[in-house]
Structure formats: structure tokens, C-alpha cells
């Protein structure tokens, strides 16, 4: 609410609409997807941006910490992306868009373990967008799938990755000359804007 009151006093266009929604939760994802149906007819571009790293190694992890990534990070794009589609396709939408912003480490494993299971969550995306551009083209529809995958983007991440170390958290964003937010929605931007006949993988 604070940030759709920042974009509204700075005269930015559109409306920034926020609903609270607990991604792990599926009720709460169809209840916000029944909410948009109801409030603006559906959905024509579903930007799949939420992911978190919880520092649960391999050999030693916690369940409950390697349960919340697969929540979040595989199921809930799973079924944003089902109900996304369903959206379009009940309104005859052929030219829609779904983005899952992914990472690096849905490419490649860091020798870092307290990012091995995220790293398999994230390899979960990549395999996810590329089934989803199949189903797709099968499907004889327009609608275009993109994963995009950056490196480290300075966000709140670390800070969730590193809950009980905040200067660890810190340093992470210090090592390196970061991404920012801005350069992601760029590339999003860049993405939603090539012309029908272009899809960014």
C-alpha cells in the first residue's frame, strides 16, 4: 500500500493494486486470482517474481527450511502459471505473456551450500519454462513464455538467505557491483515489448 501511494504521488501511469497473498498457500493464490477476475476481468501477463533461499544444506538441512523453497519456488509458479493461463484462455486472450524470473543458479550449482537445495528449486524453473513454451506451442496459442535469469540483484534476499547474520546479508551485495530492481524491470520491459513474432527465452 505504501509503495502504490509512492507511484500515485509521483504521477507515475497505471495503478499499482496490492493484495496480500501467502504464496506457499494455494487457497490464498486462487482467492487472489478470483479477486482479479472479479476486480479486472483477468489476467493478461503473469510476472512469476517471488523466490527465497533458506540456508539449508544438503547433508544437514531442515525439512521444513527445503519444504518452503518448493512451496514458493516451484509450486507457487506452478499454479500462478496454470491459473495465468486458464485466465487468458476463458477470454480468448492469444497474445499473453508469462515470466518467471529465475537465476543464475537455475543454470549452474555454486559451491556455496546453503544454496544447493535453492539451486535445485530454481533448476526446477528453468525445466518448468521450458515444458510450459512446449505446452504452448502445442496448445497453437501466441502466448509466450520467458524465464529470465540474473545473478545477484540487491534486494532483500540476502537478508532473508542470512536471517540471523545481517552484516553476512550486507556483504553479499558489497562483493560485487550488483543488479538492481530497475535493471530487472527493464529487462521484463524489454521482454513484454518484442513484437509478436520475437520470444525471449
Not at 506457499?24 to 486462487?30: A, D, G, M, P, Y
Not at 519444504?67 to 495465468?84: L, P
Not at 543454470?107 to 504452448?136: I, N
Request: hydrophobic content about 40%; proline content about 4%.
Amino acid at each position: 500500500q505504501k509503495l502504490a501511494a509512492e507511484c500515485q504521488s509521483a504521477g507515475y501511469p497505471g495503478t499499482l493494486i496490492p493484495y496480500k497473498c501467502d504464496l506457499s498457500n494455494e487457497e490464498e493464490i486462487l482467492s487472489m486470482f478470483s479477486a482479479i477476475r472479479t476486480l479486472h476481468q483477468g489476467v493478461d501477463v503473469c510476472i512469476n517474481n517471488a523466490g527465497l533461499a533458506r540456508p539449508e544444506p544438503l547433508l544437514s538441512g531442515r525439512t521444513e527450511g527445503w519444504r518452503t523453497m518448493i512451496d514458493v519456488n516451484v509450486m507457487a509458479v506452478s499454479i500462478c502459471t496454470r491459473e495465468a493461463y486458464q485466465s487468458m484462455k476463458e477470454r480468448n486472450i492469444d497474445d499473453g505473456h508469462i515470466i518467471n524470473i529465475n537465476s543464475m543458479n537455475g543454470h549452474s550449482v555454486v559451491p556455496q551450500s546453503v544454496v544447493h537445495f535453492y539451486s535445485a528449486t530454481k533448476y526446477a524453473v528453468t525445466a518448468l519454462t521450458e515444458g510450459l513454451r512446449q505446452e504452448l506451442r502445442e496448445a497453437r496459442t501466441h502466448i509466450r513464455a520467458t524465464c529470465i535469469s540474473p545473478g545477484l540483484v540487491e534486494t532483500g534476499f540476502a537478508f532473508k538467505l542470512h536471517d540471523n547474520d545481517p552484516e553476512r546479508a550486507a556483504a553479499t551485495y558489497e562483493s560485487i557491483r550488483c543488479l538492481k530492481a530497475e535493471d530487472m524491470a527493464n529487462a521484463v520491459i524489454y521482454v513484454l515489448s518484442a513484437p509478436p513474432h520475437v520470444q525471449v527465452g
